[in-house]
């Protein structure tokens, strides 16, 4: 028995990384899995059937049941292929994660425009996409323990100040996950939004040495344990179960063998008047209320 038997996943960029890992797990534990990846480079460019061939073929090698998708999740009209692809091939749809995604790192100041828009494009656009036509499935056949996973970063949690086109899709997916959460939860499905750590070749391109990120010398592969793509696979197969049901608009952490749970935001200070703040007293008052909490360590970044 495993904890997904009879259910039916999506999981975009499936092909490497800690989508692939996901998409294994799921399938080991009896899910059967669309295999969504367009096999490009890291910044998007390109495609390429290999690496959602070389999952499904991982997956069906250990007895389990996937199909391969090579649609990009940025093209709006191609998403509702793959959500038809689902249900086409196994004839319902429980699962839909989110992985796909692209890098262009560049400091706000140099950053093009089509730099910021190709990010937002697949890490923003693209969740959006896919979570459309799957709700409306899930809309209308209310009868299920439908689940929603999103990928969100570190980057857009605490600022990423080399990354502000992936920092902002990255934070935005959580808003939209929120709002996910908030209006689909009628319907049976839960929201939630991870945010991973792994060695993969996306985090290979951040400029410090492969070594200290576990990677062997010369391959795209992690040799630390801890850094290890498969660790975040796992607590997602839970999220992606019946059991989780109680779990909704949440953002978890999965990176080595520490799993997190984030806080939700909170109003910590507030200043109130009976009457319209003049820009003197606003300004007198938010620098002795709110400047000691800031300097106490609510700081960007922490
Ligand atoms: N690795 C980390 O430490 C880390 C940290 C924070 C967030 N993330 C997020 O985790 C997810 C997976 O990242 P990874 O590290 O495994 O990267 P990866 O590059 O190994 O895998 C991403 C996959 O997405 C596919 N992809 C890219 N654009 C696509 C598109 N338009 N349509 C379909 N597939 C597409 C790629 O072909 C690739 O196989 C991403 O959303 C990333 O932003 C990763």
Redesign the pocket.
Known sequence: MGMLDNRVAIV?????????EVAQLFAANGASVVV???????D?TG?EAG?ADDTVAAIRDAGGNAVANY?????YDGAEGIIQQALDEYGRLDILV??????RDRMVFNMTEEEWDAVV???MK?TFNTTKYASIYWRANREGHYRLIN?????GLHGAPGQPN?AAA?LGIVGFTYSCANALGRYGVTSNAI?????????DTVPTDRRTRGFDEDSETTVDPRRS?AN?AVPIVYMASEASDWMNGQVIRA?GFDIGLYSQYKLIRELSSTEMWSVERAAEEMERVFRPAIEAGNVVGG
Not at 98 to 103: C, T
Request: hydrophobic content about 30%; charged content about 10%.
């Open positions: 975009t960029g499936a092909g490497r990384g800690i989508g692939s969504n990846d367009l096999g490009g480079a890291v998007g495609g690496p649609t990009s999740v940025a093209d989110n992985v796909a995604g692209n890098l494009a697949v890490h693209g990928f969100t970063s570190g980057s992936y990255k945010g991973p750590g792994a060695s993969t070749r996306m985090t793509p975040v990176m």
